[in-house]
């Protein structure tokens, strides 16, 4: 009788949909909790990247959830850590091979990166605060939720960093050619280099997170 009401509960409650949606402002992993920052830094310098990066945690933290979550009960409390371990691990080979085989290239810049997303402390966060007490479904929309706020960041900081780095967005020129010096370029405008340097992921990730707490007071007297 007790799980009567939970059963009854809409898919798409107001409560379901806000394991979705607070992950996306006041409670974003990154900008908030301040977990996840080493993918800001390091993969950020191209958008394709950052939303790949984006994409492959989506669907190892989504999935993930729902299988840590439909194992709970199974998983002895000494061993669980291990069974997360292996959960996101498997999932990580698939997005690695899935990647080599249709994005080599790609793959090649990301290797690494891809395989820390096993030791991405969001993942394991989520298992261990989440999905090891709730249902698949609530699970599955917090590890969509929150893998969704972590690669929002990741885009947008991978946005200004390629457009003010490089001129580009996804590869293809938006200024101009600064060779020829045509478009924006024969105005005088540079490209600014050193956003494609690790330090300035951090600035412009810097910059977000004072955005955000400009408008929401309420973070600042929270964490």
């Known amino acids: 009788m007790a799980n009567t009401n939970?059963?009854?509960?809409?898919?798409?409650?107001?409560?379901?949909?806000?394991?979705?949606?607070?992950?996306?402002?006041?409670?974003?992993?990154?900008?908030?909790?301040?977990?996840?920052?080493?993918?800001?830094?390091?993969?950020?310098?191209?958008?394709?990247?950052?939303?790949?990066?984006?994409?492959?945690?989506?669907?190892?933290?989504?999935?993930?959830?729902?299988?840590?979550?439909?194992?709970?009960?199974?998983?002895?409390?000494?061993?669980?850590?291990?069974?997360?371990?292996?959960?996101?691990?498997?999932?990580?080979?698939?997005?690695?091979?899935?990647?080599?085989?249709y994005m080599p290239d790609l793959a090649k810049k990301l290797s690494v990166f891809i395989g820390l997303i096993i030791t991405n402390c969001i993942i394991m966060g989520r298992f261990e605060a989440f999905a090891l007490g709730n249902g698949p479904w609530k699970s599955f929309l917090d590890g969509i939720g929150n893998a969704a706020g972590y690669g929002l960041i990741l885009i947008i900081v991978g946005f200004f960093r390629e457009l003010l780095g490089s001129g580009k967005l996804f590869g293809f020129p938006v200024f101009g050619d600064p060779v020829a010096k045509t478009g924006l370029y024969a105005t005088g405008y540079e490209n600014n280099g050193f956003m494609l340097l690790a330090p300035m992921a951090l600035i412009t990730l810097g910059l977000i997170i004072g955005f955000q707490r400009s408008r929401n007071k309420n973070l600042i007297e929270t964490h």
């Open 6 to 101: 939970v059963d009854k509960e809409p898919l798409f409650s107001k409560k379901n949909l806000g394991l979705v949606k607070d992950p996306l402002t006041d409670n974003n992993p990154v900008t908030v909790q301040v977990l996840g920052i080493c993918s800001a830094l390091a993969i950020t310098a191209e958008l394709k990247a950052s939303v790949i990066m984006a994409l492959s945690v989506v669907f190892v933290l989504g999935v993930g959830n729902v299988l840590v979550s439909l194992l709970r009960n199974a998983i002895p409390s000494s061993i669980r850590i291990i069974v997360q371990l292996v959960v996101v691990a498997a999932l990580v080979i698939i997005v690695d091979l899935t990647l080599k085989a």
